[in-house]
């Protein structure tokens, strides 16, 4: 019989450990967020990120933020091939 903890199960599964940490570490960042950067960006009016990289830097940052936002899913999260 084999033994139901393999190595490839260690390494594809997080464990209660990890999930804990992403969990806390995604309430810090949108506690920030909340406290720290969007009262900024009420204050200047703007409504994305986007609008701030253009008024600080140029329009082509502004679209290589977006480029590069729009395209990293499909390698992040590729569809499932699963029929």
């Known amino acids: 019989m084999l033994n139901k903890n393999t190595i490839v199960d260690c390494l594809l599964n997080i464990n209660d450990?990890?999930?804990f940490l992403l969990a806390?570490?995604?309430a810090i960042a949108s506690?920030?967020?909340a406290l720290?950067?969007?009262p900024k960006f009420r204050e200047m009016n703007f409504t994305?990120?986007?609008e701030y990289l253009e008024?600080?830097?140029d329009r082509s940052?502004?679209?290589c933020a977006s480029f590069a936002f729009s395209f990293k899913g499909?390698?992040?999260q590729p569809p499932n091939q699963n029929f």
């Open 31 to 33: 506690t920030v967020t």
């Open 17 to 19: 450990n990890i999930n």
């Open 74 to 76: 499909p390698y992040l």
């Open 61 to 63: 940052v502004r679209m």
């Open 24 to 26: 806390l570490s995604w």
């Open 55 to 57: 008024k600080r830097f």
């Open 36 to 38: 720290v950067f969007m």
């Open 48 to 50: 994305s990120a986007y």
